[in-house]
């Protein structure tokens, strides 16, 4: 008997092609877990700033607060469809060794801003969303959509690949990517928050 159930699991397989890796419930958690901690961090650094906070510079070439906040807006879709590119590429286990980075070395290193990199123009803050308000919206809306889409995904994340400017992440790391650059930037507004002439109110 136990030999026939494991021959109809075995047919049952080769009938229908390798079972896909989706996310583990600990891949998940831990996602939507920094996810949703840099989301929350971007809310609280906006609350309760006056125009003229949002709108102050540390000097002419620098960004202001809002800008700061368009950027992260901007990133976020942007990165994001990074992912959604990697899914147009058959899953390849293979290619797993070429992943360097661990994951918690990979946030590690997009928040740290002691080194610096001058973003590309598709990032850079234009006024796109309209106002800032709207700017803060867009950000809430996508994020809701990634977070909700890191629940309930069965996608192949950790064998399909990006390769980035200082090597090879999987597709999950371009999420955790998408959190930390988060985090990145609210550390840009906090530097212009910590400037002595910022403003009071």
């Known amino acids: 008997m136990k030999n026939l159930i494991l021959s109809i699991v075995v047919l049952t397989i080769l009938a229908f092609g390798v079972v896909k890796s989706t996310l583990t419930d600990a891949e998940r958690e831990f996602a939507v877990k920094e996810m949703t901690k840099s989301h929350d961090h971007f809310l609280n650094t906006l609350d309760g700033l006056s125009e003229e906070q949002l ?4 000097t002419d ?12 807006a901007i990133s976020e879709n942007m990165i994001f469809g990074m992912l959604q590119a990697t899914l147009a590429t058959e899953a390849d286990p293979s290619r797993r060794s070429e992943v360097k980075v661990s994951d918690e070395q990979l946030i590690a290193m997009i928040k740290d801003r002691s080194n610096k ?13 309209g106002s800032f308000e709207e700017t803060v919206a867009e950000f809430k809306n996508k994020r809701k959509e990634h977070i909700d889409y890191v629940k309930s995904t069965l996608d192949d994340l950790r064998n399909r690949y990006q390769q980035l400017p200082f090597g090879t992440v999987d597709a999950y790391q371009i999420l955790l990517f998408m959190s930390g650059h988060t985090e990145r930037h609210i550390k840009q507004m906090e530097e212009v928050m910590d400037d002595e002439d910022f403003p009071m109110e």
């Open 61 to 72: 070439d620098s960004w202001s607060i809002a800008e700061c906040a368009e950027h992260i």
């Open 117 to 129: 990199v001058k973003t590309g123009e598709d990032f850079e803050p234009s006024g796109k969303y």
């Open 55 to 58: 709108n102050y510079k540390i």
